[in-house]
């Protein structure tokens, strides 16, 4: 079973004008999936492509990669990291998706999926779901703009009528999109409810591009299930792939994994935030790292809560180190108190 999983993750897949070796991703993560995070899944591979955290498009074209805690890559990774940009106007999102381009991305991704107040209110995000000739004119834009491969990740909307999604994934195709992330659930959910994986399932029926499922996917199990029940071309992982960057490589490559993983892991993770960020955003990091990777652990809280209250990355890895000296049990399925 795991080898019929992993043949399957290892096929490769069209999107646009290039193909990527493999069909697990890594889904879009503010604070999560930064250029440090992405250091450390690069380390175990396994994965098709990886995302970056969302980026404004109106700060995009002034960006210095060196400076900017967002837009920010290695060189090594460009050619596999597709960067998300926000933003609620054509002209802003295409003239981004150029410099996006222009820097050699693998892609460029529209996030129209974000339900954070901060982002909605901006008409950013999935509140453009709500004017759907506008996110159609910004898929639009976007295409006319740049060749690179062009992905859309959006919600169901915000009435729990899968027939809007549908039509909305038609319109992003006939737009010019070459794959879709879908997470199905309503942009105010803030995922409390299970996702709707049988929407994808219709959603992947309607079009003609790849379809990436999103949502909810723990477990090997539940990975082989989103791709026979939807019938998806691929999966984008989100907050597991936080708690375990090495799944990718589990999952797809079977890699063996050891109970030493965990501390090297969480470890390597504190050095590249490092090497990458000054100490306030790297420990900042490192805690909202933790509060996915505690999930892992039978008494994860303790550990989250220690991690939480570290005054600086010596801490961290001092109560690292304390806490693995005892064989902290692992769980199966992670603690989702950890994963609201
Ligand atoms: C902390 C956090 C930050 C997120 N940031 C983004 C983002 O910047 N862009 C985006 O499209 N989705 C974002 N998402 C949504 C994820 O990409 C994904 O759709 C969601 O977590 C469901 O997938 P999962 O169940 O595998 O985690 C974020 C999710 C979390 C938990």
């Given at each position: 079973?795991?080898?019929?999983?992993?043949s399957f993750l290892g096929q490769p897949l069209i999107i646009g004008n290039r193909t990527i070796k493999n069909r697990l991703v890594l889904a879009p993560m503010t604070f999560l999936g930064h250029v440090a995070f992405r250091e450390l899944v690069a380390q175990y591979g396994g994965y098709g492509l990886l995302y970056t955290e969302m980026c404004s498009?109106?700060?995009?074209?002034?960006?210095n990669r060196f400076v900017s805690p967002y837009f920010k890559w290695r060189d090594e990774e460009i050619t596999r990291l597709v960067c998300q940009i926000f933003g609620g106007?054509?002209?802003?999102?295409?003239?981004?998706?150029?410099r996006v381009e222009a820097e050699g991305f693998f892609g460029v991704d529209i996030n129209f999926g974000c339900a954070n107040g901060s982002i909605c209110r901006q008409n950013c995000g999935a509140a453009i779901l709500k004017d759907p000739d506008l996110a159609v004119n910004i898929v639009s834009e976007v295409r006319q703009a740049v060749s690179i491969p062009l992905s859309v990740k959006f919600r169901t909307g915000w009435k729990d009528d899968p027939r809007y999604a549908v039509d909305l994934a038609c319109s992003f195709e006939a737009a010019g999109a070459d794959a879709l992330i879908f997470h199905p659930r309503v942009a105010p959910d803030r995922r409390t409810?299970?996702?709707?994986?049988?929407y994808i399932a219709l959603v992947k029926r309607a079009v003609g591009i790849p379809v990436f499922g999103n949502g909810d996917v723990f477990d090997r199990h539940d990975c082989r299930r989103i791709i026979k029940e939807t019938g998806c071309d691929g999966v984008a992982l989100g907050r597991m792939a936080i708690a375990k960057p090495w799944i990718f490589a589990e999952w797809s490559q079977n890699l063996k994994v050891s109970p030493e993983i965990y501390l090297e892991a969480a470890l390597q993770l504190a050095g590249f935030l490092?090497?990458?960020?000054?100490?306030?955003?790297?420990?900042?990091?490192?805690?909202?790292?933790?509060?996915?990777?505690?999930a892992n652990f039978k008494f994860g809280h303790t550990l989250h809560s220690r991690l939480k209250n570290a005054a600086d990355m010596?801490?961290?890895?001092t109560i690292l180190h304390q806490f693995f000296?005892?064989?902290?049990?692992?769980v199966n399925r992670p603690n989702l108190n950890?994963?609201?």
């Open positions: 079973m795991n080898n019929s999983l992993a498009a109106r700060a995009i074209p002034n960006e106007e054509p002209g802003i999102m295409a003239r981004a998706a150029r409810r299970p996702p709707r994986w049988d490092e090497k990458h960020y000054d100490a306030t955003r790297a420990i900042r990091r490192f805690k909202r790292f933790a509060y996915y990777y505690a010596l801490q961290i890895e000296r005892t064989s902290p049990e692992l950890f994963f609201k």
